[in-house]
């Protein structure tokens, strides 16, 4: 049955950005309903490892680079909302470990005694030593160097199922979004299937959907780019959790392996860094597998491998455009109009994202008007994660 509806913001794309900005904007009296065409989290974030970065990845390269600062406050950002004390509530979400960790399997390289001697650095790493260090290497025969960094890793589908949960309803399944049009030609909201959404604002956080949406908009700009990644999920009884980095010869991780809990009560260590960058890419899934088995034997050869299941998945992170195909600094807003265009960049910075699209709303003197949304719409469902779908 078509309806007519009205809301502040109308935001399109249900993914960490999408709603965690929707929670932002209702705790400050804004009226919104958020459109999302498959399942919640499905796409990107409940594909991702939960690392909610403070920059010292980013900060590897010996100089501390534009998003190495802009992501220094994330990680207390979020644990604020955790502990219910923050911009939103994000009270009772999973955080599956307090601080992540930067492994190197050998002596620290010259350029990393720098890095760690840098003031970029003080207060923000720590050496650990025997029972401090990840379970999964607490062996006699490790060896190497390993650092907590302060840095949180957390269960995203608890996440988005919180903050579905505070979107108390104002969330619409469907599959076909178009421009809704005044006799003038300007934009004044969206059509959502058979709804018609009229809104102050359209905010488009769809993700790797972004660029259909700009295309059917009549957008040009600004431009999407997609990188992708070829990720393995490890499955057994015997594996023990570890949420680290693990240093290679370069500046980029070697590996980064982050722990999931599965519903039979079984970990999944998840890999990610360089070995699912673009060599993993061009790596067929059995080669992938093997290139994840080799990685595992050396840097962990106390594991026995001989009882795991072993996956991978594709899967692109979605990014405004940027020259030579490189990560974006930032989150990310382009505003053209009554439209807003964003993509979070990272996980971690959505905080950051919503910042940016309240500031256009407060320079454009947005306020709230319309009430909250009572009918009663077609709910999307929240999304499985990887580990439970793949094995
Ligand atoms: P998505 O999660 O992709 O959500 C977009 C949503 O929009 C989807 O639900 C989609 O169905 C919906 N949609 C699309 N088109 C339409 C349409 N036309 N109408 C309605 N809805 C639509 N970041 C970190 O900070 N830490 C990490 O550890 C980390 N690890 C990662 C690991 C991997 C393997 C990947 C791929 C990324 C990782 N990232 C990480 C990056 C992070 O996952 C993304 O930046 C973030 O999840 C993007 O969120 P999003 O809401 O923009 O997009």
Redesign the pocket.
Known sequence: MSSQLQTDIVI???????LWLNARLGKLGYSSLL???????????V???????GGTKYALHGALTGSSEAIADMPERWRRAIAGEGEIDLTGVRVLSNAHYLWSPGSIAGNLTSFFASKAMRGRVDAVKGAELPPALQDKKFKGKVYRLSELVLDVPSVIQKLAGLAQGALLK?QT?KPLYDQQQQLIGITADEHQIQAQRVIF??????Q??LNDFAQTQPQQQLRP?H?VLVKGANLKPIYAHCLGAGTKPRITI?THPAADGQWVWYL?GNL?EAEGVARNEAEQIRAAQKELADLIPWLDQSQLSWRTLR????EPAQSGLVRPDNAFLAQQGKLLVT???????SPDLADRVINSLNTDHITPQAPALQAVLAQPEIAQPAWETLF
């Open positions: 399109v794309g249900g993914g960490i950005a999408g459109v999302e065409q498959h399942s919640l989290g499905g796409e990107q974030s594909k991702s490892q939960g690392i909610i970065h469907a979004i956080c769809a993700g790797q959907g972004t259909a949406l990644l990720m982050t990610g699912a899967v692109d992170r979605a993509w979070p960049t990272k996980l971690a910075l």
